[in-house]
């Protein structure tokens, strides 16, 4: 019914900046939260980032001040700016989107594939 879809991870050098975006789709009547969280190798999933439907956002600690969460004015896709990014912030990145169907129905969170970051030299 609904399809997260994730683009551009990638491999970038310390101190580079990525862009990540999540395209939602399907029978979407509208979105509330969307976020972004990461899972590194032997770690548990942490949050990244949020954003409500109205804009208001919240950052995990390890990424205040580099990261930036957006959403389109359409509100289906979501977006994260990764500046300054370090070797600690190499995971694979997952979004997340609380979806309204135009049935009216709630159901659990979508997530997207995820997309792998790598930041090495």
């Known amino acids: 019914q609904v399809q997260l879809v994730e683009s551009g991870g990638g491999l970038v050098q310390p101190g580079g900046s990525l862009r990540l975006s999540c395209a939602a789709s399907g029978s979407i009547f509208s979105i509330d939260n969307m976020g972004w969280y990461r899972q590194a190798p032997g770690k548990q999933r942490e949050v990244v980032a949020t954003?409500?439907?109205?804009?208001?956002?919240n950052y995990g600690d390890p990424v205040k001040g580099r990261f930036t969460i957006s959403r389109d004015n359409a509100k289906t896709t979501v977006y994260l700016q990764m500046n300054s990014l370090k070797p600690e912030d190499t995971a694979v990145y997952y979004c997340?989107?609380?979806?309204?169907?135009?049935?009216?129905?709630?159901?659990?969170?979508?997530w997207g594939q995820g997309s792998l970051v790598t930041v090495s030299s």
């Open positions: 954003i409500t439907s109205g804009g208001n956002t």
């Open positions: 997340n989107a609380e979806v309204v169907l135009t049935s009216r129905a709630r159901p659990p969170p979508y």
